[in-house]
Every structure is written in structure tokens, then in C-alpha cells.
């Protein structure tokens, strides 16, 4: 099993609707990190979250980091066909300072 | 921006073969990384190096090495291929001792062990 649960693992949806994916965990992290990774390309880094609670946009993307630093999840709104890809979460683990990654969300935008 | 290259795209090798995977970063980072990314399997860690000559291993070294001679480059070595290493391979690098890591890729290399 994955230390951090994406879900859902396969989204496709249409132009114009708004979409959330989850990463979870039940351990705690001192960061936490999202990727879109487009096929054959390595992971591109989005955004990263540190405290607890945190919420950080970027244009239609919405991250928020779990109150307790074990979750977080990432809204988008009006999703386009560029917003197709793989996204991955992250997280640094609190104590060890090992990265982990989750399995990813593969999500398609139909025009 | 930080560029990492890997230095091939796309690899088809034959079972036993030797292959060298060459990953280069321009940032002067100290951490670097190997990865392989499976379907539902993400992202798992293969080794890591601190430092020249530094190296640790991940949570799947077995069947690879790797050799970090110089600072900016940080090989992955697959001393007799099998199939089921076929994989994406993914190399990272990030600077050294924050407690916010960002990771940067280089754009993978796709390999296929027939």
C-alpha cells in the first residue's frame, strides 16, 4: 500500500467543470508537495504547502494542507484541456525527512 | 531554472545487457535522485546521493547501481537487465539540508528490456 492514497486514480471529465483530487495519509508531514507530470515529461512542481490549514492558489488551481498535515487536496475550477495530465502529491515525512510520493490522479479535460 | 537532462529519451535493450543511465543537473544541487515510476505504483526511490561519491539506497536498490563521481552528474547503472525493470525512470536533484525539498526532474527516460 501507498503511504500517500491519491484518489481518484483515473478522472475524465469536460471543459468548463470544476474537479477536487485527494492525497492522504495517516502520517504527518512537514511539507507537502503537488506535481503534473505530462506524458513522457518528468513531474513539473506546482505548488508547495508547509502549515497546517494552508491554502495557496494559482490561477484555477486551488491546494489546501490538512489541519493536521496528514492530507491535502487540490481544486480546480473551469478545468481546460491543458490541465490534462498526471498530478502527483508529495509529502516530506515529519520524522525522518524522507520524500514519498503518491500513485498519482490521471486526469483528462475533453474539449 | 534549474535544468536536470537524462541522456536518453527512449532505450531498448536486451535481457543481461548492461545499461547506463546518465543524468546531468546545472544547479549545483548536492541531493540527487533515481527513480522509477510504474502505472498505480507512483513514484518509488531506486538510490540517492549527498554528495560525491555518496550513496544511499532507496526503497528498490536491488538489481541497480549507481556512481556519482562529480557533483552534477549521478549515473543509474543496470549491471544485466531484466524485463521487469522495464520502467520509467525519472532522475531528481535538490539542494541540500532545507526542510522544504523541492525536487526537480529531468524529463525521464523511457526502458524497455526485452
Known amino acids: 500500500t501507498q503511504l500517500l492514497e491519491q484518489s481518484p486514480q483515473f478522472l475524465s471529465i469536460q471543459e468548463g467543470e470544476n474537479l477536487t483530487v485527494y492525497c492522504n495519509s495517516s502520517s504527518v508531514f512537514s511539507s507537502l508537495q503537488w506535481y503534473r507530470q505530462e506524458p513522457g515529461e518528468g513531474p513539473v512542481l506546482l505548488v508547495t504547502v508547509v502549515t497546517g490549514g494552508e491554502v495557496k492558489k494559482l490561477k484555477r488551481l486551488t491546494f489546501q494542507f490538512g489541519d493536521a498535515r496528514k492530507d491535502s487536496s487540490l481544486h480546480i475550477t473551469a478545468a481546460q484541456p491543458g490541465d490534462t495530465g498526471l498530478y502527483l502529491c508529495a509529502g516530506l515525512l515529519y520524522n525522518n525527512n524522507d520524500m514519498r510520493f503518491g500513485a498519482g490522479t490521471r486526469l483528462t479535460v475533453k474539449p | 531554472d534549474v535544468k536536470v537532462t537524462q541522456s536518453s529519451r527512449y532505450l531498448v535493450k536486451r535481457t543481461g545487457e548492461k545499461v547506463f543511465l546518465e543524468c546531468v543537473q546545472d544547479m549545483d544541487h548536492e541531493n540527487m535522485f533515481w527513480y522509477r515510476q510504474d502505472p498505480g505504483l507512483g513514484l518509488r526511490l531506486i538510490y540517492f546521493s549527498y554528495d560525491v561519491k555518496m550513496k544511499e539506497k532507496g526503497d528498490i536498490p536491488e538489481g541497480y547501481s549507481v556512481s556519482r563521481e562529480k557533483k552534477e552528474r549521478f549515473s543509474l547503472i543496470l549491471e544485466s537487465a531484466s524485463t521487469n525493470q522495464t520502467s520509467m525512470y525519472l532522475c531528481?536533484?535538490?539542494?541540500?539540508?532545507?526542510?522544504?525539498?523541492?525536487?526537480?526532474f529531468g524529463p525521464g527516460t523511457r526502458l524497455l528490456v526485452l
Open positions: 531528481a536533484s535538490s539542494l541540500w539540508g532545507r526542510e522544504v525539498e523541492t525536487q526537480y
